[in-house]
């Protein structure tokens, strides 16, 4: 069946960026020159999956604002002919129609994504991890997407992590079935590295099954007593094969504060109209007797 929905849960209470994120979505801190968010509703759109369901919860309305047309700022800006800009807010709000559902409690990711059955029904779908965020030849989601066409089943984007990084993951137990392509035997929620099956760590595209939703309606809370999507997919495993692809292209975090920086400079670095003025600066800060 085909994918046409993608799920793009933003519900989470973004404690690691307190105090920013008091009356701030973390969904909503900049990188470079758009917030976090819209990297994945941009992913998903060049993937052509136009029907996007986002889990808020409260304090989120910042999101939906974002993605809405506001007509007062439009005329604001019509009147002072500022037709750049005006093109700017105007593509955001032409951009997509999202469909809002709430996760009432933080439970988990594997509860937010549960919130999401209401309107993914009984349909194959892509899941977005906004933390995660991917810079591809081929987005990330559409290589998930040509294993789906070929195997069916769910696929994982994976990752290889330092071992000592385990413990910041999903990990997967690898059956090698291809080229960067693997059957996934079974997988576990952030495993000490002593514990950890390897260093294939799930990152933060996924195109799952619908049965993933019973799955996760049984599945008990489980790393840091919360519903966790990887518990969910371990039950899933002995009624749907599960894949995972080795993506190429890469990765950037923005979930930590330390990690978003790190993307912050990556991503400026590579830009187009900033990436030449920050690499100078750059340099030019780093020179030991400037510092
Ligand atoms: C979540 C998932 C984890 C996955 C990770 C990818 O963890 O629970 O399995 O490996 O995203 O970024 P979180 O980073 O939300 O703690």
């Known amino acids: ?18 105090p920013i ?11 470079v020159d758009k917030p976090i968010i819209q990297y994945a509703v941009e992913e998903a759109l060049a993937a052509g999956l136009h029907d996007l369901v986002l889990v808020t ?3 989120k309305q910042a999101i939906e604002d974002y993605f809405d047309r506001s007509g007062e700022l439009e005329n604001l800006l019509q009147q002072r002919g500022e037709m750049k800009l005006l093109k700017c807010v105007c593509h955001l709000s032409n ?17 937010a994504v549960l919130m999401a ?37 769910c696929i994982l984007a ?35 590295p002593e514990q950890a099956p390897s260093d294939l760590a799930i990152v933060g595209r996924y195109v799952l099954q619908p049965s993933i939703f019973d ?35 890469t990765r950037y975090d923005a979930g930590t504060p330390i990690e978003w920086l790190k993307a912050t400079i990556a991503l400026a670095l590579r830009h187009p109209e900033v990436g030449p003025e920050i690499k100078s600066y750059l340099r030019t800060s780093m020179q030991p007797e400037l510092v």
């Open 117 to 153: 059955e209401v309107v993914v029904g009984k349909e194959p779908f892509g899941l977005f991890l906004p933390d995660d965020i991917f810079v591809a030849a081929h987005p990330v989601i559409s290589q998930l997407l040509d294993a789906y066409k070929e195997l069916g089943g």
């Open 215 to 249: 799955a996760l309606k049984v599945t008990p809370p489980g790393k840091g007593q919360e519903i966790q999507l990887t518990d969910g997919l371990r039950r899933l495993l002995s009624r749907e094969k599960i894949y995972a692809v080795e993506f190429d292209g």
């Open 1 to 18: 069946m085909e994918v046409r929905k993608a799920v793009v849960p933003a519900a989470g209470r973004g404690t690691r960026f307190l």
């Open 21 to 31: 994120t008091k009356s701030q979505p973390k969904e909503m801190l900049p990188l």
């Open 158 to 192: 994976v990752q290889r992590v330092q071992h000592e990084e385990t413990k910041r993951y999903g990990i997967i137990t690898p059956n090698k079935i291809g080229d960067h392509l693997y059957q996934v035997m079974d997988l576990v929620e952030k495993p000490l």
């Open 95 to 111: 951009m997509v129609d999202i469909v809002y559902v709430r996760q009432k409690q933080p439970l988990g990711l594997g509860h």
């Open 57 to 59: 919860s409260q304090g």
